[in-house]
């Protein structure tokens, strides 16, 4: 595991940062009738005007700046002009950006239109595991605790499934560091957590079964029996002294973004609270 200073933690969240914008004026486009493909073209446009580099394009063969993932489609979706979205869909967009060497990584899922009220739950569980798997990420703690508190909320009192096959990872330099983060898995178990670490935290979870495949693209994962999956991403640092982390992405302007947005429905805070330790709910 790779440690970074402060002044690499600093540039790190420029790029979450920057991440976190991009997905923001996404935000404010999406609509029914727009496609993959067009929001992918603003989004590089957009990254690069900002004086990055997109963090997925070209990176494993990826062609496209932006993941898009439609409904049972878990990750990794590829967006071209024949993703048309629709009223009720729900888009899991995740964006990568490099700035001054150093990855940013997060991701939203979105709800365009009349999505159905168990789709609705399925996305505020999913983004309240996300904080409760943050608010495990301690130094002194291990990497399993944060994996429990996402499985134990998604799996066993929601009765989801949390996907076994993709994880969270480390971030730096390169994308994907160690540790792996998995969203299962027991307290008190794998890497310790220390002072310094950047990882992303990202529970993929289905309204179904666990279970995923891949689609003949090799890219896009999707769930075995059809249900949606719902994702949210945050990168963090893990702070000194047990303190909570250091959130580094920002999900506040997408939110206000989607408030402002009459095509997309607004997917609340389970604990206003909790969320409010990491991304006070007044913007600053």
Known sequence: MIYKTPEEIERSRAACLLVCETLTEVGKMLRPGLTGKEIDTFAEEFIRDNGAVPGFKGLYGCPSTLLVS???????????????????????????????????????????????????????????SLYLGIDAARQ?????????????????????GAVRELVGHGLGRSLHEAPDVPNFGKRGRGPVLKAGLIIAIEPMITLGKRSVVSREDGWTIITIDGSPAAHY???????????????????????????????????DNIDEELVARYQPLVMV
Request: net charge negative; hydrophobic share 30%.
């Open 140 to 160: 002194g703690n291990r990497v399993g605790d944060i994996s429990h508190a996402v499985q134990h909320y998604t799996e066993r009192e929601s009765g989801y």
């Open 70 to 128: 439609k409904n049972e489609e878990v990750v990794h979706g590829l967006p071209d002009e024949d993703q048309i979205f629709e009223d009720g869909d729900i888009l899991s967009i995740d964006c990568g950006t490099i700035v001054n060497e150093f990855y940013g990584d997060a991701a939203y899922t979105f709800c365009v239109g009349d999505v159905a009220e168990d789709v609705m739950e399925l996305c505020r569980r999913t983004k309240h």
């Open 233 to 267: 991403e945050h990168s963090i640092a893990i702070s000194p002294d047990g303190a909570p982390a250091d959130l580094m992405s920002d999900h506040r302007p997408i939110e206000e973004a989607i408030r402002n947005n009459p095509n997309l429905r607004v997917v």
